[in-house]
């Protein structure tokens, strides 16, 4: 057998295994809505102070009252390399803490911290490097920890990771853990959904004994318009009815229950051109997180959530390249899955 259809035989294997699933006795995680902030961008790497800079102009998140970001919760990215020794980029995991954890603790911020991401790894051999990681960060307005995996890991280190998560759990039963993870969208009736990363993760969560965690699920960058692959409607990838589809199709095919499943979008143009996500995709996105009593909703990332200066029609890193979509429109479309007219709760950010 060729090592590709091992792949394939081992994927059919654990998906019949996922889909017979496992008891989910536990009580759910409690929703949390929450932009994504990339904390390499508009960072001064002499303070290394979390900011935002929606007018060009670089301010301390925490500041940002009057900023149409608002002061809501903050899920921060990436945190990569070994626990407990991890960087933020080339910045040290206590320089990071130490310049934003007490801040945002008294500011009654609350935020969450993401490990891994596109192209980096975050790995932890031992449940005493998870615990020096978590309590680096850990504040009453920790909300959770999250670890984005999108590919670089063996099933080793995937088991690893989670196992030291779960041991750490065991003695913080309150801690929100959230997996994210990447996601197809078909719409044929395939159910088909997680990749063969997702679906191995998902499979060390359940064996290792992790509790009350969430399946946050990339509902971005489906590639040409297929239903294989995503909704379809006049030739494009419907962006809305595809986060919803994704998150209809892990529920059925592996067994996942809605208020365990999280989505996170990218606004704007997404990396693939023709997949564009749009502040009325935000809206629909939010109120089927009410209707549907998913576990969380976010969004990549605070920084794209602006116009650009001048018209783009590629995805950037500081915009969304959608014109005429005005500073923290986004934020405002999403917040309204929180509370009717997008309320403030304890859940966006207030203590």
């Known amino acids: 057998m060729t090592q590709h259809a091992k792949r394939a035989a081992a994927l059919i294997t654990a998906t019949a295994a996922l889909a017979a699933g496992a008891p989910w006795a536990q009580a759910a995680p409690p929703f949390v809505y929450s932009p994504y902030k990339h904390l390499a961008m508009w960072n001064d790497p002499a303070s290394n102070v ?111 990771l989670l196992g030291a998560a779960a041991s750490v759990q065991a003695h913080r039963p309150a801690l929100r853990f959230s997996l994210t993870v990447p996601t197809h969208a078909a719409s ?11 679906v191995a993760v998902l499979a060390a969560a359940r064996r290792s004994g992790l509790r009350d965690y969430a399946l946050n699920l990339m509902v971005m960058d489906y590639g040409p318009a297929s239903p294989s692959a995503c909704v379809v409607r006049a030739r494009r990838c419907q962006m809305g009815l595809s986060a919803i589809q ?12 809605y208020d365990r ?3 996170t979008a990218m606004v704007g143009v997404n990396d693939v051109r023709e997949n564009v996500f749009t502040v009325a995709d935000a809206r629909l996105v939010a109120q089927a997180a009410r209707r549907m009593k998913l576990a969380g909703l976010h969004f990549w990332s605070l920084d794209r959530d602006t116009p650009c200066p001048t018209p783009i029609i590629d995805a950037q890193a500081t915009c969304s390249s959608m014109p005429g979509t005005p500073g923290g429109a986004y934020a405002r479309a999403f917040a309204t899955a929180v509370a009717p007219g997008g309320a403030a709760t304890a859940s966006s950010g207030q203590p």
Do not use: K
């Open 50 to 160: 979390i900011t935002a800079a929606p007018d060009g102009v670089r301010t301390p998140y925490i500041d940002g009252a009057n900023s149409p970001f608002g002061r809501q919760a903050l899920t921060w990215a990436f945190a990569s390399g070994e626990c407990g020794d991890e960087l933020w980029g080339t910045q040290r995991g206590q320089d990071v803490a130490d310049a934003n954890v007490a801040a945002f603790d008294r500011a009654g911020i609350r935020y969450l911290i993401s490990t891994g991401g596109q192209g980096a790894v975050f790995t932890c051999a031992s449940a005493e490097g998870m615990e020096r990681f978590i309590a680096r960060y850990d504040t009453p307005h920790l909300a959770g920890i999250d670890f984005d995996i999108e590919a670089g890991q063996s099933v080793q280190q995937i088991a690893a």
């Open 188 to 198: 044929d009736g395939s159910l088909r959904s997680l990749n063969e990363t997702g």
């Open 246 to 257: 994704a998150a209809r199709n892990v529920h059925r095919r592996y067994g996942v229950p």
């Open 261 to 263: 499943i999280e989505l």
